[in-house]
T-cell receptor, first 118, second 115 residues
């Protein structure tokens, strides 16, 4: 069974500083995908970034980058130059691609609340 | 612009009532999902569907059922609502292509309170 662990219930960062949100995962599959979503207080889930298990380069999307360490089974999200609007809940999630029968199901971590201070 | 809509943002129901939560997507996606979100537990998959009339149990299906009569619509049914089903319910959809990095697109959520 897949498992995603986010060990930081809450994180604080100063505006314009970088912050790393931790995510570790557990799977016996060779093929999988890792996602990060942002959930502001309004409740909608916003997709941020994706990393495939066979991707050799770390994924980047603007100020977001995913620090993918396959051997350690970690997929940490790095937000550079934090902004006040980054204050939100952040979820790490994994999709099991093995055998092509997962139908895109995601397993989510517990989430980390990020607060950006001015 | 892609869109997943849910019938209600807030819902208050009484214990024992039958509750319907509706989800509609306009992206012609094959896959649709229902999750519940609780503090400290993240999102947990209740049911999903990969085609019309097809459904599969997720991790926490007890007390719930689903219906998918049309491709764009996926309904979650609480047969007899209980207070432990008070939660935020999120619907999502995604295309069938399993090789792509397609994310799931989420609706705005329904916050259900069962009293």
């Amino acid at each position: 069974a897949q498992k995603i662990t986010q060990t930081q219930p809450g994180m604080f960062v100063q505006e314009k500083e970088a912050v790393t949100l931790d995510c570790t995962y557990d799977t016996s599959d060779q093929s999988y995908g890792l996602f990060w979503y942002k959930q502001p207080s309004s409740g909608e889930m916003i997709f941020l970034i994706y990393q495939g298990s066979y991707d050799e380069q770390n994924a980047t999307e603007g100020r977001y980058s995913l620090n993918f360490q396959k051997a350690r089974k970690s997929a940490n999200l790095v937000i550079s130059a934090s902004q006040l609007g980054d204050s939100a809940m952040y979820f790490c999630a994994m999709r099991d691609d093995a055998g092509g029968t997962s139908y895109g199901k995601l397993t989510f971590g517990q989430g980390t609340i990020l607060t950006v201070h001015p | 612009d892609v869109k997943v809509t849910q019938s209600s943002r807030y819902l208050v129901k009484r214990t024992g009532e039958k509750v319907f939560l509706e989800c509609v997507q306009d992206m012609d996606h094959e896959n649709m999902f229902w999750y519940r979100q609780d503090p400290g537990l993240g999102l947990r998959l209740i049911y999903f569907s990969y085609d019309v009339k097809m459904k599969e149990k997720g991790d926490i299906p007890e007390g719930y059922s689903v219906s998918r009569e049309k491709k764009e619509r996926f309904s979650l049914i609480l047969e007899s609502a209980s207070t432990n089903q008070t939660s935020m319910y999120l619907c999502a959809s995604s295309p069938l292509d399993r090789e792509a990095s397609y994310e799931q697109y989420f609706g705005p959520g329904t916050r259900l309170t069962v009293t």
